[in-house]
């Protein structure tokens, strides 16, 4: 039987500095196509939050429902799914 996962109850198991790892891997290509000016904005953004102490996660977190909403458009299930996963098991 698998560990069921409660982030409610604690991040034990989550592996969520991987899973956030495997969405930037993941979101890399568009980065580095720029496909969209919001790409260089929320780069700009992840330096500013890394200066202030925060991690990619939290990075993650403020802009989700733009990096959703993009991948979408983008027709990236595979991040999008990642995306998703990393936000039901760790937002």
Request: aromatic share 10%.
């Amino acid at each position: 039987m698998t560990e069921q996962i409660d982030r409610y109850v604690s991040f034990r198991n989550v592996e969520w500095e991987r899973r956030t790892a495997e969405v930037f891997a993941l979101l890399q290509p568009h980065f580095d196509g720029s496909t969209s000016p919001f790409w260089d904005y929320f780069l700009r953004q992840r330096v500013i939050a890394h200066a202030q102490g925060l991690d990619d996660l939290r990075v993650l977190h403020n802009f989700l429902p733009t990096l959703k909403d993009l991948l979408e458009e983008l027709d990236d299930e595979r991040t999008l799914s990642r995306l998703e996963e990393l936000e039901v098991l760790c937002m």
